[in-house]
């Protein structure tokens, strides 16, 4: 939503690099939380950190790993990317964590070749 | 694991109709949110649902959260071309900070 900006828009990897995705919150919030989107998904669950703290993690294999700033931005990192991590990667600020309503920033788009 | 099952995927309306999503979830949840997504966008969030039983409209859109809270509907009316798009629903546990969120039902307007 307004507010929550995501850095790249778009990127195009190959397999086996990695990639480092941007995430800044809404001013205020403490909170993000990251998913991933397959096409004609819905998006799934990566993880949730708050006051730069792990508070979830989806059913994400160990290539996937995020931190927290103390500014509240984040990044979520990727490993050893594989074909099918190809997918829109939204992050959502949330004000304190948990189940609040989630602002999600207009995603990067990840195209691995 | 908790699942979120919606239907219909896919649902092509005649403009000025009236239709209606379902959203149910293996679990009992703690609230219900929805979402919009229109084509190339990123999901907007449209409202929370948290009591059994709970009915809230927003204009032509009126949500409802099961007695039991493991389901959920959305209903629009007088559908209009701006109502394409995708619509989500998501929930999560008791006290918990992960939200599921379902398959999404796309809808097409016929104008």
């Known amino acids: 939503d307004a507010g929550v900006t995501q850095s790249p828009t778009h990127l195009i990897k190959t397999r086996g690099q990695q990639v480092t995705l941007r995430c800044s919150p809404i001013?205020?919030?403490?909170?993000v939380s990251w998913y991933q989107q397959v096409l004609g998904q819905g998006p799934q669950f990566i993880f949730q950190?708050?006051?730069?703290?792990?508070?979830g993690r989806g059913n994400f294999p160990d290539r996937f790993s995020a931190r927290q700033f103390p500014n509240y931005s984040s990044e979520l990192n990727v490993n050893a990317l594989l074909l099918g991590d190809s997918a829109l990667y939204l992050c959502?600020?949330?004000?304190?964590?948990?189940?609040?309503?989630?602002?999600f920033g207009p995603g990067t788009r990840l195209t691995v070749l | 694991g908790q699942q979120v099952m919606q239907i219909p995927q896919y649902q092509h309306v005649q403009e000025g109709e009236d239709f209606t999503t379902y959203c149910n979830s293996s679990?009992?949840?703690?609230?219900i949110q929805w979402y919009k997504q229109r084509p190339g966008g990123h999901p907007v969030f449209l409202i929370q649902?948290?009591?059994?039983?709970e009915v809230k409209k927003q204009k032509r859109l009126t949500f409802q959260f099961g007695e039991a809270k493991k389901n959920s509907s959305l209903h629009i009316t007088a559908t209009q071309t701006t109502d394409v798009g995708t619509y989500f629903c998501?929930?999560?546990?008791?006290?918990?900070?992960?939200?599921?969120f379902g398959g999404g039902t796309r809808v097409l307007v016929k104008p």
């Open positions: 959502a600020s949330l004000r304190a964590g948990g189940t609040d309503t989630q602002y």
């Open positions: 001013s205020g919030h403490k909170s």
């Open positions: 950190y708050y006051e730069k703290e792990e508070r």
């Open positions: 679990t009992t949840l703690s609230n």
């Open positions: 649902l948290v009591k059994s039983g």
């Open positions: 998501a929930g999560s546990k008791a006290a918990g900070n992960k939200l599921t």
